[in-house]
């Protein structure tokens, strides 16, 4: 299909403003130079691996996917299974290099191709194929550089050398599905530092129900299938195995059965392993330490939380004087405590630890006052008082830092930039993505006697006293920030809002960022508040926004999203009078483990909370125009969520339309999203009585 719409073409050509912008910054040991991953320019998407000296500041390209393999497709197709699921779990989608590892001094990098792999000089940029056992993914270099370890089949090898892992069954030196879509833990193989072991994870998922995908519109191909922890239903069986290359093997023991989870590894020394584990419902997290010679482990630090420990990136840590880091929350504020004593008071909303400074400081990221916006801060562990680093409105993050150098992303609403700051030296990075072609001036409030984040977008040149039609453009569920300052995120808002809506956005109880309290408004049930909040918010923006036509109401979302837009026409038609919902998990007894238990439980100790956010019984119920849409290749949210909900309401007699996207995953890559949006478009422009002139 071709865009003819001028910002839904140029959204497809540049992956959504995404190509050409640097990403995977990882920065030598001694800081002097950087190696990242960007395109040649904005409508680009190959992915190029990149040197950046530090001190000129001069870049120098390394590997170019389309030399080293000039016939290779660029197309998800042709990577191992591994690797593209991999990349959905992590939200990788354009073609290319999509990651590398390298040494410390990043004198060797290393990274697949469609299964092949590749060791780089980054100096002399001469990249040498190195043979393999089958289709080569996430190859990790040992210190010098002179061996890579790779997982060719589920089984780990080493290049040169050979397999490395038993041949006993179970899948070796990858993250299980619970781990890298849900816990933040995207690799399962480390090299020790002195380079004579690897630690790696042994995962079993023999125990976990199959998972099929099958492509209709290729009924020749044979269905994909792959293993699924359900809610309620087992989880894989991971273990941490160090293996030497003369066949010595250690396995490092903990109490498994009562902490399943492993949400993170890392080789503190060659005489130590630190890792991070969690029981099943998450609300106790421990810190271990390793002996890798006896695999016997110790307890660093336990956190423990009646809901469930938030996940706070970069704890719990060990820093260098042997303090121990950890999440410390309050129902006002999201905080940190050092050896159990707290290190934040109540005006910081911690949301991210980067590590340590050079002078003890601890880097990190972290809300102050409005939850729209993120700063940067410098805290100082004995108490001194925090610095800003960052400078103004919106989201400021850290993209790569180290030895008194960062690299700083400021995203505001007139755009984004991102700079190198070096003692007494500030340093603009290329980008080379597309300008954001909208300059968006969201209205910000806080609504309700929660605070709820809200915003509302009016078309540009919109004339106050001109009634609209509202579009709730939502997401609502845990994890993710819709209302913020940063542009990417309104660019497609705003072209809806030009289309003729207002469009209205809510953060409900239950998002992240306001306070721990909101957050877990929704422990043990999702449905009630998302539902309660967002209602309660449309009527007060109506009221402090006249030009909201309250009588025509439309809702679209995407995952959770798309849940509670089905949810809101099925259970408020008094309210919600069209919805568009993307890959709906209509009933969260399918959907997995780490997330779902996290907030609900187990289905078999709160079968009444999801049996209350199950949406199947609420099928003979629907009254308003229902789009429900989903890609036949999702991993993440099944399709059969929706196809399930579509039989109920065929059942049920209830008219309703299916959008199926063969072949397309939970992400909507290569110009699926702006197709998306056209289908979209016509749908509610239809149900809401909204013309094209409009």
């Not at 106790?284 to 938030?310: H, N």
């Amino acid at each position: 299909m071709t865009h003819t719409d001028p910002f839904l073409a140029l959204s497809a050509a540049t992956g959504r403003f995404s190509y050409g912008s640097p990403r995977a910054v990882t920065l030598a040991a001694d800081a002097s130079r950087a190696l990242f991953l960007r395109s040649t320019g904005p409508t680009d998407p190959v992915e190029r691996l990149w040197s950046l000296d530090l001190t000129t500041h001069q870049e120098r390209l390394v590997a170019d996917p389309e030399a080293l393999l000039p016939a290779r497709t660029g197309t998800a197709a042709a990577l191992p299974a591994a690797e593209r699921r991999l990349r959905e779990r992590i939200r990788v989608w354009a073609p290319g290099i999509g990651s590398f590892a390298a040494t410390a001094d990043l004198a060797t990098a290393v990274f697949a191709l469609d299964g092949r792999l590749f060791r780089c000089d980054t100096e002399t940029g001469a990249c040498t194929e190195l043979p393999v056992a089958g289709p080569a993914f996430d190859p990790r270099p040992n210190p010098d550089g002179s061996l890579v370890a790779y997982v060719a089949d589920d089984a780990l090898h080493l290049a040169p050398g050979g397999r490395l892992s038993p041949a006993d069954g179970a899948r070796w030196g990858v993250a299980e599905f619970a781990a890298a879509e849900e816990l933040g833990r995207s690799r399962g193989h480390w090299w020790s530092p002195d380079g004579s072991a690897v630690l790696a994870a042994r995962v079993d998922e023999s125990a976990l129900p199959v998972r099929h995908f099958a492509d209709p519109a290729d009924p020749a191909r044979e269905p994909e299938s792959f293993a699924y922890p359900q809610a309620g239903g087992p989880n894989a069986d991971v273990q941490l195995w160090v293996l030497r290359p003369n066949g010595e093997r250690t396995r490092l023991r903990w109490d498994d059965g009562g902490f399943p989870y492993l949400v993170a590894a890392e080789w503190a020394s060659d005489g130590e392993v630190l890792l991070t584990v969690a029981d099943r419902l998450q609300q106790c997290v421990l810190l271990l330490s390793a002996d890798p010679a006896t695999g016997g482990t110790r307890e660093l630090s336990c956190t423990v939380d009646e809901f469930w420990v938030d996940p706070l990136p970069g704890t719990p840590q060990r820093l260098p004087d042997g303090r121990v880091l950890t999440s410390a929350d309050t129902p006002a504020a999201r905080g940190l405590a050092l050896d159990g004593k707290a290190l934040t008071d109540e005006r910081l909303q911690v949301r991210r630890v980067l590590g340590p400074w050079p002078d003890g400081r601890l880097l990190v990221e972290a809300g102050e006052g409005d939850p729209a916006d993120q700063q940067v801060f410098l805290l100082d562990p004995d108490g001194g008082a925090p610095e800003l680093l960052s400078e103004g409105p919106g989201v400021h993050s850290v993209a790569a830092h180290g030895e008194g150098v960062l690299l700083l992303t400021s995203a505001g609403l007139n755009g984004v930039r991102r700079e190198w700051r070096q003692p007494g030296v500030r340093t603009a990075f290329a980008d080379l993505s597309a300008e954001l072609p909208y300059r968006p001036k969201p209205l910000l409030a806080r609504v309700t006697e929660h605070g709820l984040p809200a915003a509302v977008l009016y078309p540009r040149g919109h004339v106050a006293g001109s009634k609209l039609p509202v579009l709730v453009d939502i997401y609502g569920g845990p994890g993710y920030q819709a209302v913020a300052n940063e542009p990417r995120r309104w660019q497609l808002k705003q072209w809806w809002a030009d289309q003729g809506f207002a469009v209205v956005t809510v953060d409900n109880r239950g998002t992240p960022f306001v306070s721990p309290e909101f957050t877990r408004a929704i422990f043990r049930r999702f449905s009630a508040v998302a539902m309660d909040d967002q209602v309660a918010a449309l009527q007060a923006l109506g009221a402090l926004h006249p030009d909201l036509d309250l009588s025509r109401v439309g809702v679209r979302g995407w995952s959770y999203g798309g849940y509670f837009a089905a949810m809101a026409v099925l259970r408020r038609p008094d309210v919600f009078h069209a919805a568009s919902a993307g890959a709906p998990p209509t009933d969260f007894r399918l959907y997995d483990t780490a997330y779902t238990e996290r907030y609900l439980g187990l289905p078999q100790e709160n079968p009444e909370g999801y049996e209350a956010d199950c949406l199947l019984p609420d099928a003979p119920s629907l009254s308003r125009p229902l789009l429900l849409v989903h890609g036949l290749a999702d991993d993440n949210v099944h399709p059969s969520h929706t196809l399930l909900l579509s039989q109920a309401l065929t059942r049920a007699g209830r008219p309703h339309a299916v959008l199926p996207l063969p072949g397309l995953t939970h992400m909507l890559p290569d110009g699926a999203l702006e197709r998306l949006a056209a289908v979209e478009l016509a749908f509610l422009r239809r149900e809401l009585g909204l013309t094209p002139s409009a």
